[in-house]
């Protein structure tokens, strides 16, 4: 016998089917509302090194802390003038510039968890003590007092309001320099190996291997065709874009010729200062010059 619904069923069963459109409509906005990428862009004083803050309709997620206590702050506005709700700090390097601000934006979002992954982690916590013994006496007030060493993240991606966002190149000699893609703007961000219009920090390379490693990522990044490109460290007024791949790529390559034809780091500073007259941090370049040609350790 066929049954038939009264008329407080059909009404219950009317009311079921709109909340559940509902609840479907309101999953599929949070998926289709794009995320936005703000960055903070610091000066000579922090290596012009960047942060982004990523956000959708009510949450963020903040990617670096900057160096100093004043370029923490200047994120933390961000992040209030955003009105959105700070859920998470990733830190992608191991480098001061990169975590020294932890300290002060958790003061201001106490419920954000500061995480990273295993790899960068490991250096923080291994480097930490030298690292706030060369720095504090430089910095002053602007060095943080209580750092904080970020919390271990296991898992390969981040998630923002249905967003994903990739946290990739964590296996290989690099593994302690990852860097993030996000599918749904074509874009990456929060790495170390990406520098606009800024001498790159060879110091850190200085084995063919560990500059052989440095290219592939590039290019690992660059076969991703991004639209959206935010470097590590960019001089200010860099447009965002895969260009600044490029210029990575080229300076690791001009850098190992000028070397190989220089006999001293005098000679290489001059060949890349030519090459490169507009790029800033010439600090980077001298460095780099110095430990390459054995005139200085690092």
Do not use: C
């Amino acid at each position: 016998m066929l049954a038939l619904a009264t008329n407080d069923e059909n009404t219950m069963n009317l009311r079921t089917l709109l909340l559940s459109t509902l609840l479907t409509s309101n999953i599929a906005i949070a998926d289709e509302t794009p995320l936005t990428l703000d960055v903070y862009n610091a000066d000579s004083n922090s290596f012009h090194v960047n942060a982004t803050l990523v956000y959708g309709r009510t949450d963020a997620i903040l990617i670096d802390t900057g160096f100093t206590k004043a370029d923490a702050l200047r994120i933390a506005a961000k992040v209030i003038d955003s009105g959105k709700q700070l859920k998470t700090i990733f830190i992608s390097q191991a480098d001061p510039d990169y975590y020294f601000g932890a300290e002060v934006l958790q003061q201001f979002f106490p419920e954000a968890e500061v995480i990273t992954t295993p790899a960068v982690h490991q250096k923080i916590a291994a480097k930490l003590k030298g690292k706030l013994a060369f720095w504090t006496p430089k910095m002053g007030e602007n060095a943080p007092k209580n750092p904080v060493v970020p919390k271990v993240f296991n898992g390969n991606s981040l998630k923002i309001e249905g967003h994903t966002i990739e946290i990739r190149g964590t296996e290989g000699e690099h593994n302690h320099r990852p860097y993030l893609w996000i599918p749904d703007n074509k874009a990456i961000l929060g790495n170390v190996a990406v520098y606009a219009n800024v001498h790159l920090w060879m110091a850190d390379a200085q084995t063919q291997a560990e500059q052989n490693a440095w290219a592939k990522q590039l290019n690992e990044m660059k076969a991703l065709n991004p639209d959206v490109v935010i470097p590590g460290h960019m001089k200010a007024g860099t447009q965002l874009d895969a260009a600044n791949i490029d210029f990575s790529i080229q300076y690791l390559k001009d850098f190992a010729h000028a070397k190989q034809s220089s006999d001293s780091s005098k000679l290489l500073i001059d060949k890349m200062t030519n090459s490169y007259p507009e790029a800033v941090l010439p600090m980077a370049l001298s460095i780099g010059a110095k430990v390459h040609k054995g005139e200085m350790k690092w």
